[in-house]
């Protein structure tokens, strides 16, 4: 399991602030870090993922939790 430096709950966020808290939410972390983000909903599962990897960002797992949540690993890229 990889070390995740922070996490997100945007599960009662609904878009577009649920990719706007995100990437602030990355802005504010060092490259290479993880950041968790817990999403709810058909719209945020779509565009969370799709939104951070069209920033460069490395998407590394989008899983479901059982609760009708899920759980979402991105690995910050830059410099």
């Known amino acids: 399991m990889p070390d995740v430096t922070a996490t997100l709950d945007i599960t009662r966020e609904v878009c577009p602030m649920t990719y706007v808290r995100t990437k602030l939410k990355l802005e504010s972390l060092p490259p290479g870090?993880?950041?968790?983000?817990?999403?709810?909903?058909?719209?945020?599962?779509?565009?969370?993922?799709?939104s951070a990897r069209d920033e460069g960002h490395e998407v590394v797992s989008l899983e479901p939790r059982g609760d009708g949540t899920h759980r979402l690993l991105v690995r910050k890229q830059g410099r």
Request: a neutral charge.
């Open 33 to 50: 870090t993880l950041l968790e983000v817990l999403l709810k909903g058909d719209e945020p599962l779509k565009n969370v993922p799709r």
